[in-house]
């Protein structure tokens, strides 16, 4: 058994995919619509199915970045597009990419890498929760803030005798829409697997995959481990992709 993973997947979606496109911007007017059959615009695309063999995905929204990729791949066809969100406003990737590469080279990979999530993380939210709190001696202003928010909202720890530590959960909705930068990122992660498993030869079996990688046996007899594996990695199909492994 041998597992490959697909280095800095979503990272590379950006480094690679972002340069000189452009992503959906929604203000709730536009309307899903059923797929027209045209040109693939700025947009998202409801997707019956997509993927080969080995690697999948059924019923999902997908960036229009992405459905290019995958109809020039010949792993979509255009009868499995089922709907089309097009935005009336568009913005240019140039900025996420640069943002994105900047944390690269200032940082250690180990540590750009745990920014760089957490930064695109924060693209799928259009709800903001966070906490406050105070410190109170006054069992009466817990009461209080019970009989106000409701006995779910609010949470109280006596710190010592006498003086309590009370909060409670607050959440702001925003006013604008990121998720088609977070949906770009995840949908170019899916394409990432998708060009990994067309790279494996043939008698190469598919066991396993994650979110970045792919466990698979390969019938390769050897005794020398070293050797299987300098065997294994000349068979196998990477050196015209994009990505790294």
Same mark, same amino acid.
Request: one cysteine or more; glycine letters at 6%.
């Given at each position: ?60 929204? *997908?960036? #229009?970045?992405? &459905? ?8 979509? %066809? /255009? ?74 909202? *609010?949470? #109280?720890?006596? &710190? ?8 409670? %959960? /607050? ?75």
């Amino acid at each position: 058994k041998y597992t490959y993973d697909i280095s800095g997947s979503y990272f590379n979606v950006v480094d690679t995919l972002f340069p000189g496109e452009y992503l959906p911007v929604y203000d709730g007017r536009e309307n899903i619509v059923d797929y027209d059959g045209g040109d693939i615009k700025v947009g998202e695309y409801l997707l019956k199915y997509y993927g080969v063999k080995g690697c999948s995905f059924h019923n999902q929204f *997908v960036s #229009h970045i992405v &459905v290019q990729r995958l109809l020039a791949m010949g792993v979509l %066809r /255009k009868k499995d597009i089922l709907k089309q969100h097009i935005a009336n406003r568009i913005i240019g990737t140039d900025e996420i990419v640069a943002f994105s590469r900047w944390l690269y080279a200032t940082f250690p990979k180990a540590i750009a890498k745990k920014m760089f999530c957490q930064w695109y993380g924060t693209f799928n939210s259009m709800v903001s929760k966070f906490d406050i709190g105070m410190m109170t001696t006054s069992v009466e202003e817990i009461s209080a803030m019970y009989n106000e928010y409701g006995i779910n909202a *609010v949470r #109280h720890v006596e &710190v010592y005798e006498g003086c309590y530590s009370v909060s409670r %959960r /607050k959440e702001i909705k925003h006013h604008y829409n990121n998720s088609p930068i977070y949906n770009a990122i995840i949908c170019g992660g899916q394409l990432n697997m998708i060009e990994f498993t067309m790279a494996l030869p043939k008698n190469c079996h598919i066991i396993s995959t994650m979110t970045d990688s792919i466990s698979f046996c390969c019938n390769i007899p050897h005794n020398d481990d070293d050797r299987k594996k300098d065997l294994i990695n000349h068979l196998l199909n990477f050196k015209h992709l994009r990505l790294g492994i």
